[in-house]
């Protein structure tokens, strides 16, 4: 697993509380990123997670999904393709996405909402944890 995004309802206000814990925010286009350990932390417009996910309705939704980030576009087809096997929900077939990257979703037996993505924005250490880029020097985000 390299993120965790949180479907939020009001972004400054989620913010400010990671923020008044300490953590870093940057934000890119109405999404905050914390590097936290070897994974990031995603604020996000709860509405535009869902609909990201592929869920029609935002009620039938928890507001969180877990990504798993991989090296190239064929992992993310393979993974899908073996939750798919596995009796999981695909949600969103894999497809280049708005950031440059390429990403599926699927829901697993329980509802959970697991994006697979390859964004070659993202370094992946050897070990696969991720390293968000700093964003204010023009990288660009997830």
């Known amino acids: 697993m390299t993120l965790i995004t949180l479907g939020v309802t009001d972004l400054a206000r989620s913010r400010a509380f990671y923020e ?4 870093r925010g940057q934000e890119v286009d109405e999404t905050v990123f914390f590097q936290a350990g070897a ?3 995603v604020l996000w417009g709860r509405d535009k997670l869902a609909a990201d996910v592929g ?3 935002a009620g039938d939704f928890s507001g969180v999904a877990l990504a798993h980030n991989v090296r190239s576009r064929a992992e993310v087809d393979e993974i899908i393709d073996l939750a798919r ?3 999981a929900n695909v949600t969103r077939e894999p497809a280049v996405t ?9 829901r697993d037996p329980d509802g959970h909402a697991w994006e697979i993505a390859h964004n070659p924005g993202f370094a992946l250490r050897a ?5 968000l880029p700093d964003f204010s020097a023009g990288s660009q985000p997830a």
């Open 98 to 106: 708005f950031y440059g990257g390429y990403a599926g979703y699927f």
């Open 85 to 87: 096997e596995a009796g």
């Open 39 to 41: 994974l990031a932390l």
């Open 20 to 23: 008044h814990l300490g953590w």
């Open 127 to 131: 070990d696969g944890s991720l390293v």
């Open 55 to 57: 869920v029609a309705d």
